[in-house]
């Protein structure tokens, strides 16, 4: 039974110029959620956050391992612990990247979109997702093909907004062209940003705000850089140990940079990882941050961001001048 109290200390945000409210922490089950990890854990996690008041919840058709255990697992979690709570959720999906063999199972034509929606539907048992992405820009099928496949999720039922993820700014600005003409507006992009990775500032913030769509940026602390899990080692059971996505050397890398962002977040009585979500979301195109966590421990303090999100002009200038240095 969730917790009654859940929506009161989480904050919404307005995604873009839709009538859709975001919580300001959401959820992503790319990590944590496949076949290798713990059903047990699994479902420790979701039922938190959504104590916590974390009503979305991002998938997509790959996220595993093994590709599609993600969905399949959350879609029995939601059916044996949340079923009665599916109004109260925003639940993506995506397409985009290599999900199948053969010339259809991956980027963007309509015949790929459309079956691996279906695909994704039946793996959580759904009826329809919230959000349906197209994941990544596919630079040999017109743009007119993938946004009026994402059009035709909607008018099947089967998505009730659609959104794009790592599309630049000036294909951004195309897709929305092309799917206002359609009259399924963008609802929301997905793109990496985080202090590390700050390309969204040259230009695509700007599109968002000038064509009313919401963002939603991807791994927020760095896939874990950006907090206190590697200031003294790697630890074995984390990502950069396990050895996937996120590799040593670049963690070893940004180690100063994450070092001196450690300081700045001591001097405001904030964890890193606090200090990193609160940063991102001074945007005010920001909706929200889209975070991953292995533990409740990390989703507890990553939702206190809340508490502080304000930055003094003096603070923000420091955190400048070691990102830039
Ligand atoms: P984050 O940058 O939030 O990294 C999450 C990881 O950081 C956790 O798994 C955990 O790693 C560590 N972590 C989180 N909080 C803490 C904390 N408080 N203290 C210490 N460590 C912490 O995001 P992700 O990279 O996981 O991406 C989030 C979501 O974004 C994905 O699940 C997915 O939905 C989406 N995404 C979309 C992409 C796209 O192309 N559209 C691409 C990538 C992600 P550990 O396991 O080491 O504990």
């Given amino acids: 039974m969730p917790s009654p109290s859940r929506y009161e200390k989480m904050k919404y945000q307005r995604c873009g110029k839709s009538g859709v409210l975001l919580p300001r922490i959401s959820l992503g089950l790319w990590h944590n959620f496949g076949d290798v990890d713990t059903v047990a854990t699994q479902r420790g996690l979701i039922a938190h956050a959504f104590d916590l008041g974390i009503t979305h919840f991002d998938l997509a058709n790959n996220y595993g391992p093994p590709a599609g255990s993600a969905e399949i697992n959350f879609g029995r979690i939601l059916r044996e612990d949340l079923a009665a709570y599916r109004d109260e959720m925003i639940i993506s999906s995506k397409a985009g990247y290599y999900m199948y063999p053969g010339p259809y199972g991956e980027w963007g034509s309509r015949k790929y979109l459309i079956a691996s929606l279906d695909q994704s539907l039946k793996r959580m048992g759904l009826e329809y997702v919230d959000i349906f992405y197209h994941h990544r820009p596919d630079p040999n099928t017109p743009l007119e093909e993938t946004m009026g496949a994402?059009?035709?999720?909607?008018?099947?039922?089967?998505?009730?907004?659609?959104?794009?993820?790592?599309?630049?700014?000036?294909?951004?600005?195309?897709?929305?062209?092309?799917?206002?003409?359609?009259?399924?507006?963008?609802?929301?992009?997905?793109?990496?940003?985080?202090?590390?990775?700050?390309?969204?500032?040259?230009?695509?913030?700007?599109?968002?705000?000038?064509?009313?769509?919401?963002?939603?940026?991807?791994?927020?602390?760095?896939?874990?850089?950006?907090?206190?899990?590697?200031?003294?080692?790697?630890?074995?059971?984390?990502?950069?140990?396990?050895?996937?996505?996120?590799?040593?050397?670049?963690?070893?890398?940004?180690?100063?940079?994450?070092?001196?962002?450690?300081?700045?977040?001591?001097?405001?009585?904030?964890?890193?990882?606090?200090?990193?979500?609160?940063?991102?979301?001074?945007?005010?195109?920001?909706?929200?941050?889209?975070?991953?966590?292995?533990?409740?421990?990390?989703?507890?303090?990553?939702?206190?961001?809340?508490?502080?999100?304000?930055?003094?002009?003096?603070?923000?200038?420091?955190?400048?001048?070691?990102?830039?240095?």
């Fill in 150 to 325: 994402l059009d035709h999720a909607v008018r099947q039922g089967k998505a009730l907004y659609v959104g794009i993820s790592n599309y630049r700014p000036e294909d951004t600005r195309r897709a929305a062209a092309i799917l206002k003409g359609l009259g399924t507006p963008c609802l929301i992009h997905q793109p990496k940003y985080n202090m590390l990775d700050r390309w969204i500032e040259n230009g695509l913030t700007t599109v968002l705000e000038e064509e009313g769509i919401g963002c939603i940026p991807f791994s927020p602390l760095a896939q874990g850089q950006l907090t206190d899990r590697y200031l003294k080692e790697i630890p074995s059971d984390s990502r950069a140990g396990r050895g996937g996505f996120l590799k040593t050397p670049e963690v070893e890398k940004n180690l100063p940079k994450i070092r001196a962002l450690n300081a700045i977040a001591a001097n405001r009585s904030q964890p890193l990882a606090e200090m990193a979500l609160a940063w991102i979301l001074r945007l005010p195109q920001v909706t929200s941050a889209l975070i991953g966590a292995s533990s409740i421990t990390q989703l507890d303090t990553n939702v206190k961001v809340l508490e502080r999100l304000e930055f003094s002009a003096e603070e923000l200038a420091a955190i400048e001048a070691i990102l830039r240095g």
